[in-house]
């Protein structure tokens, strides 16, 4: 913990070599602070004041580049590497040797279910896939031409209404019940905003089929009989969603926890976290790569882009992380799976230009020396577009599996200790104390 001023450690003593030595230049005193898992607390530092007056100090980190908010055993990523795993598990094998509910409880429960384990949770979540029909008309209110995303998120946060006893976050059953339920029902809300902007009518849930399975046909099921689920199709869309279930803490995850911390309920936390995944920025992402790739229309005005990048005008959407400074292990794996699903769909015109792209980017020294490459979302709209999903419905089909990171990651929150409501700190910059001045004695104007 924070300690008083004191000398430097001695160099043969570990213990005292797991601290960082702090000499404040504005008084000479020099502080030890502790070193633990390669972070030091901020909240240590707050007892290096000029005088007893004095607030302490803080850092300041906009858009947290090297501040770490938690402490968290769900997902590991090695940025540098381009590795990723859900609890220990490469993101390879369990797109390779799982499915996207096994790897959802994975990534829930800390283990891989038994066969027993496993049963019991597919049954509880194939079986919430309702949604109540008043949540049905909320959702044919909107205008014929509503972003499928602004639906998704206004419906997600309208089921805290019809389930408060949700708001109970600190009761374990309670909270399994609403996980199970939002697992279950993201695929119905996400289809009936689907054929909302499409003028269909409303598909309701088969629990005979697979999770992929029953949204394939709740978006496409039109006058047949018995619905057959493509088989390639409905496995693009396990892989897909396992790759995109968790990614510790990204922009709609901190999202997530910071609104859950205030110990809102799921729903209206996730609905907050499903607004910050809509950014471009973020998970919206993979619908400008497609408005990027039409733009560009034709293979040969790729140079031409590039140069238009480089210049500032404009990124390269679908290239470049925070955290991945290599190629992103997830873009690979989608590459393969668009393979297989362009075998039964025919190749999605755009590839070309992708691939041009990815080939000129990956040896231009702009892209090179800042480590840009292809992320999550580069790929990932083409096997969409492919599969005939409209542009809009991109990110809602990142929303529906990112629901498990997002309530994992909400449950490890609400029961860890160190945390508390998320409430960062500012560096003020505006005025001192001034007098109000009445509206007649105001002489000059300002930009408003
Ligand atoms: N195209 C061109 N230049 C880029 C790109 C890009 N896609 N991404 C970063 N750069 C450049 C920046 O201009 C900056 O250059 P500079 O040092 O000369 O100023 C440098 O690379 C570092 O970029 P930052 O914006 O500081 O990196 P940051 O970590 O803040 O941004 C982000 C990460 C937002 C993902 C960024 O790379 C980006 O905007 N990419 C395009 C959008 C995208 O694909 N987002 C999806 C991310 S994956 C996901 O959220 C699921």
Redesign the pocket.
Known sequence: MASQPTPAPAANDNAARETLSITDNRTGKTYQVPIRDGTIRAMDLRQIKTDAEDFGLMTYDP?FMNTASTRSSITFIDGDKGILRYRGYPIEQLAEKSNFLETAYLILYGELPTEAQYKDWEYKILHRTFLHENIKMVMQAFRYDAHPMGMFISTVAALSTYYPESAQVGDPEVRFKQITRLIAKVPTIAAFSYRHIRGLPYVYPDNDLSYTGNFLRMLDMMTQVKYEPDPVKAHALDVLFILHAD?EQ??GTNAMRAIGSSQVDPYSAMAGAAAALYG????G?NE??LKMLTQIEHVKNVPAFIEK??K?E?????????VYKNY?PRAKIIKRTADQVFQTTGVNPLLEIALELERIALQDD??VS?K?YP????YSGLIYQAMGFPVAFFPVL?AIPRTVGWLAQWVEMLNDADQKIARPRQIYTGYAERAYVPLYARANSHAA
């Open positions: 858009a990614h990204n922009c471009p920025l973020h998970g992402a400008e790569v990048v480089k500032g404009g990124r390269l959407m679908g290239f470049g992380h925070r992103d702009y892209f800042r840009l992320n999550v979302d580069f990142f």
